[in-house]
């Protein structure tokens, strides 16, 4: 039977444009990459909010992939809506509005099934947030978080706070700098080891992954892949998967466990970034899964 | 016996400057850091042009490094001599003159012996000169070639003759781009393949490198490292790293071959990162390697 993990994050609409195509007010927003993603190791149960708009269809991809939505709490008004373009490096989104709506006032209570929560993957959201999930939950054996760069700036204090009971900190080259002012990535990662998190995972986008800790220092590529459509919620997808996989472990914080839960976000990505949307990722068949784990480890293999 | 690599190209000094401090007129050039790199696994000779400026003492590391120099033309004037300075990425140079001196005239003339070679690694050099010596030589069994965004620009219809001919084609992945008009790393390589040459390997600086052919496609990480000092050469050390490792083999075309070839590639780039010119590159231990090699490859198992 799958182990349980709670994720919390934002349930979105998104609007895509970029070079090959555009997307309409489709399933986006961390919580949802990084459950669906994390479905496939674990049962993950989502804490998140959606407005009166989101109706069943958008449910569906939860639904098929049996997350537990008792905390997906209805609000009156409208979901989360959030638009950007790409430029041809699908690696730069440039923000064209971001209605908050009902996520604004967005405040996880957890009940008291998930306060007895062992694993947590918390998605990018306002580390006061984030805080306040981590007081509720009892005694946490595995906590994983992600960031962006605009809590680096405008949060620090409450993130630093967050890192201090972070077991595996997910966050971005660039954040990694930003965060630490070290431009050398093994040099950031030990800086963050230093203000408390006991695993870093800096994500390098289409370069693939990077684990700083003292169990050692592992750079992975990505899953290599010509037909690149979307970009979004890769990253979530890559925290999401590797947490899902850590929390189906009996013992997790070993080298070999991260590594095997870095190639896990790697390939699971490279699905993600098939489609708009978690039209991919919410579908994959347990064979196509199973042939691209393959083809990395033989990939790297001598 | 180690066998012989025939590596035609520049012999330059450098003057360098960048976040970890400057280095004037010290010895740098295509040719010189990848016969160096080649000298761990092949016998390189060299062909190039120095001015009568070129001392002993520059003479020195091909000297420890077993490289035959007979090729190694000295002429009236001055050594080709390049200044640039490094952002604190460590990536991008800018060029702060380049006076090519003797080089401007260079023109790779084969001894009867040269003419002989199986192996040859042409570094990044006008591509009309890798073409008049492709003529130059018989029989060649391997021949890597190496170019640079400027001869992309300037001189297209010659690389294209030259990519005929060429066995394993290394660039980076911004020439890789430029010369295909293709973003994708993956379609950009089958695109060079198509352009004729048999295999290409795309260099991606501190992300390490991805190779695209018919035998597979690969990328592999680099190898991490947390003490870089200055990056000049290191794309060259790649190349002729891997190319001395594939000419020391009966036979090099096979998928595990070039995959432990880019593997050699990775790490011997490593050590050229660690100091100015070749320094560090010139006197590495056999443990050292083999340490590295080790690592590398622990690294990437599951």
Known sequence: MKKNLLVVGSVAFDTI???????DRVLGGAASYSSIAASYFAKPAIVAVVGTDFTAKDRAPFKKCKIDTAGLEVKE??????????????????????????FQDFNPVLSAKQKEAKAV??????PELQLSVLKQIKKPTLVACDTMNYWISSKKAALLKVLKKTDLFFLNEGEARQLTGEYNL??????ILK?????????????GSMLVSK????????????GVHDTTGAGDTFGGSATGYLASLSKWDTLLAIKRAMMIGNVMASFTIESFSVKRLAGIKKGELEKRLKNYTSMLRF
């Open 17 to 23: 444009e970029n070079e090959y195509g555009h997307a």
């Open 77 to 102: 008004g409208k979901t989360f809506h959030w638009g950007g373009s790409y430029d041809k490096d699908l690696k730069n989104a440039i923000t064209k509005f971001t209605d908050l709506n009902v």
């Open 186 to 191: 093994i040099r950031a990662g030990k800086k």
């Open 215 to 226: 169990l050692g220092i592992v750079q992975f590529p990505p899953y290599v892949l010509e």
């Open 195 to 207: 203000l408390g998190a006991k695993h870093v995972i800096i994500k390098l986008g289409p370069n």
């Open 121 to 126: 993957f918390l998605a990018n959201i306002d």
